[in-house]
């Protein structure tokens, strides 16, 4: 026969108080309280003071624009389409061209330095594109063999006049500048946009703000972490 | 664990090996004082894959003297044109560099050469570069001074 339970067990010596909560129930109960305070100010905090970025943050929920232009993906040539957010990838995506002797070569190396200073589980979450805003002198294995010598990324050729629609859906515009004697060269805008797992316009930084690197890999960090 | 850049110690002992082996300069042959010599620190070609025909050289200059140096010229062997450029952003924000016909080292100054300011640029590459290999560039300024340097190439 089971025991009787004690609610049952009357008449009696009265029954001593019940013990009183061990001290450590209580102690947990009252930093379970805390923390759960804790957590919705900092859940407050959130949603009224984002993430202070390095970078120029988008307003929450900015969608990228998708692209599509040709790429050389394993060893060939081939249509590459930009799918913001698509296999949960984040992208970092900036705009030039490979006959860009200075701003160009040093963002891949910038972008390259900070995404590798990243844990290695985020790392590989983190593709970069490089976008051509010099389609006719830019072939998509000239400006593979751009992207790749400086680390790892894709570098999209996309023809006018849909390059032009491209640049203008990112807020990017660049021109032809003759050079007395010489080549011509493109002036552009010469921002590096992050876009998270999701398909966001997570933040921007300006050329000038990539030589920080340990900054830049705080925000690529942050968005890879919270898609 | 990150890791932050840090500059390759081989690659910081090649380029103060370089720049301890610089000939500096020779004072432009004019009579009176021997000017003191321009001086460079950091030197360094951009090195670029061997497809790309166009780089850049920054570095520091040092102008030891009480008189503004005007550099308006630059050679190499190396390329097709060297050129003196400047850096501008206009005001819709696009940014490029266009030729000058000169850039001044100020009197017991210096002149920074960047990315993102005046620098000199390499168009039309006779050869690929190699990273750790040098490449000599010769300044000359508006009173006929030449001043060479050396400048190894160095990966960003
Ligand atoms: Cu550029």
Redesign the pocket.
């Known amino acids: 026969m089971p025991p009787a339970s004690p609610a049952t067990e009357a008449p009696g010596p009265p029954a001593p108080a019940p013990p009183a909560r061990p001290w450590y129930v209580s102690a947990g109960l009252a930093l379970a309280a805390v923390a759960l305070l804790l957590g919705l100010a900092w859940g407050m905090a959130r949603l009224r003071s984002p993430y202070p970025f390095y970078g120029t943050a988008y307003p929450a929920g900015t969608l990228a624009a998708p692209f599509r232009g040709v790429a050389v993906q394993g060893g060939q040539a081939r249509p590459f389409a930009f799918t913001p957010g698509q296999g949960g990838q984040a992208t970092a995506l900036f705009f030039?061209?490979t006959h860009?002797a200075?701003?160009?070569p040093l963002s891949l190396s910038y972008l390259n330095k900070a995404r590798a200073g990243l844990p290695p589980e985020l790392r590989s979450r983190l593709q970069i594109v490089l976008v051509s805003v010099d389609p006719a002198r830019d072939t998509p294995a000239r400006l593979n063999e751009y992207v790749r010598y400086f680390g790892t990324g894709a570098g999209v050729r996309i023809p006018e006049p849909a390059l032009g629609r491209v640049a203008r859906a990112y807020g990017v515009a660049y021109e032809k500048a003759e050079l007395q004697g010489a080549a011509y060269q493109?002036n552009?805008t010469?921002a590096t946009y992050l876009i998270d797992a999701r398909g966001r316009l997570r933040v921007l930084w300006d050329y000038t703000q990539l030589p920080q690197v340990a900054r830049v890999q705080a925000d690529l960090q942050h968005v890879l972490e919270t898609p | 664990m990150p890791q932050f850049p840090t500059p390759h110690p081989a690659r910081l002992a090649l380029l103060a090996a370089v720049l301890a082996l610089l000939p500096g300069c020779r004072p432009a042959p004019q009579a009176g004082a021997a000017r003191p010599a321009l001086t460079v620190q950091a030197a360094r070609v951009v090195a670029v894959p061997p497809g790309v025909k166009d780089t850049s050289v920054f570095g520091t200059l040092r102008n030891p003297g009480a008189r503004p140096l005007r550099l308006t010229g630059v050679q190499t062997g190396a390329a097709d044109h060297a050129m003196l450029m400047v850096t501008r952003t206009d005001a819709r924000g696009l940014t490029g560099m266009a030729v000058t016909g000169a850039l001044t080292v100020p009197a017991g100054g210096e002149l920074v050469l960047s990315d993102t300011g005046d620098h000199i640029m390499l168009m039309g590459l006779r050869a690929p570069l190699r990273e750790g290999e040098t490449v000599a560039l010769t300044l000359t300024d508006d009173a006929g001074g030449t001043h060479t340097l050396q400048a190894p190439v160095v990966k960003p």
């Open positions: 030039g061209f860009c200075s701003i160009c493109i552009h010469t």
